[in-house]
């Protein structure tokens, strides 16, 4: 179970790590040019961290192509250089020392990364397993954990339409009309706007659509229990668990459906 409406729970980042963070920082704006080639792995990634903290879109593209040239996979690419450096920047956010601007520069800097590495983590070549409909909810604009969820379920073999940001109750069932998928997945950051995830459920139970697709819900603020209490089938914490999720549930409706078909 996870920390009730808690937007993180990380660990603080060490002081130390900070000081270091901002005198690299220094350096850069000296002019001090970095071959980020010539680096180890290990420091690599850690400059790769300094460079999304300072949203530098062209250095994280170069680094994440080094990294994949040196034979990285694309999940530990993402998990360990990406993924990492925005869980950093998301505790400096929250503690004040950075602010919407330059959080908007480094989301961009990850989204870059993020371009490189999605044919990759796609190119799994399994036929599709199923279709999902994904959007982040209403009055929310924060897309970067829903697109990565959307990559990997894709890499794992799904079909993923994804409806953006700011996706009221009418668009998410016109696309559910349209597209008929198996899973209808909602994505909230902000506390403000993951009630709205019930406004869409209780939407689809009026019209009579609740039982016809499995709603994954996700983003920061969620937990076990919010999700049950908006009427949804899970929440998952991040993308690998929503892999596992989606494709438990996509085994269970086919057990149900074959047991239907054999009845
Ligand atoms: C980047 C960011 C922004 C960027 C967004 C850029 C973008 N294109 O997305 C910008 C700068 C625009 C932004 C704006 C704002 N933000 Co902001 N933002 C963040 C930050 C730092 C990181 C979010 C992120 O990308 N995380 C990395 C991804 C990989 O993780 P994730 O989103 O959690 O996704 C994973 C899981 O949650 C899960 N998941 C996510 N979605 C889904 C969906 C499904 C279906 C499933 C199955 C799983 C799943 O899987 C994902 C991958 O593993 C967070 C801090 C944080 N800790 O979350 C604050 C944060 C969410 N923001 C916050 C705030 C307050 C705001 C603003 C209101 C600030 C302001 N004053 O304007 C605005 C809101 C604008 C709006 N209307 O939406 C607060 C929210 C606090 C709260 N209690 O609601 C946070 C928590 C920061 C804080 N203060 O602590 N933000």
Redesign the pocket.
């Known amino acids: 179970m996870q920390p009730s409406?808690e937007?993180?729970s990380d660990d603080d980042l060490d002081l130390d790590d900070r000081k270091d963070r901002a005198d690299d920082s220094e350096d850069e704006e000296d002019g001090e040019e970095i071959d980020l080639s010539a680096l180890s792995d290990e420091d690599l990634v850690k400059q790769m961290h300094d460079d999304l903290y300072d949203g530098l879109k062209e250095e994280i593209e170069e680094g994440t192509n080094i990294l994949l040239e040196r034979g990285w996979q694309a999940k530990k690419v993402l998990d360990e250089a990406l993924?990492e450096g925005?869980?950093i920047?998301?505790?400096d956010?929250?503690d004040g020392i950075l602010f919407?601007p330059e959080?908007?520069l480094?989301?961009g800097a990850?989204?870059g990364g993020m371009a490189i590495l999605r044919p990759l983590l796609a190119e799994t070549g399994a036929e599709t397993i199923g279709k999902v409909v994904?959007g982040?909810v209403k009055?929310?604009?924060?897309?970067?954990?829903?697109n990565?969820?959307g990559m990997?379920l894709e890499g794992a073999g799904f079909e993923v339409i994804d409806l953006g940001?700011n996706t009221d109750a009418d668009a998410f069932i016109a696309a559910l009309h349209e597209h008929k998928p198996d899973i209808l997945?909602?994505?909230?950051?902000?506390?403000?706007?993951m009630p709205y995830m019930k406004v869409v459920i209780d939407t689809l139970k009026e019209k009579g659509l609740r039982d016809d697709y499995t709603v994954?819900?996700?983003?920061?603020?969620?937990n076990e229990e919010f999700a049950s209490a908006v009427g949804a089938d899970a929440?998952?914490?991040?993308?690998?668990?929503?892999v596992e999720?989606?494709k438990d549930f996509m085994m269970r409706r086919h057990n149900i459906r074959g047991a239907m078909a054999s009845a």
């Open positions: 409406f937007p993180m993924v925005m869980r920047v998301g505790i956010f929250r919407v959080v908007l480094a989301a990850m989204k994904i982040t009055g929310d604009i924060h897309d970067i954990g829903k990565l969820v990997m940001i997945g909602m994505s909230a950051l902000l506390t403000t706007t994954l819900v996700g983003g920061a603020p969620l929440y998952c914490r991040d993308a690998a668990v929503a999720t989606a």
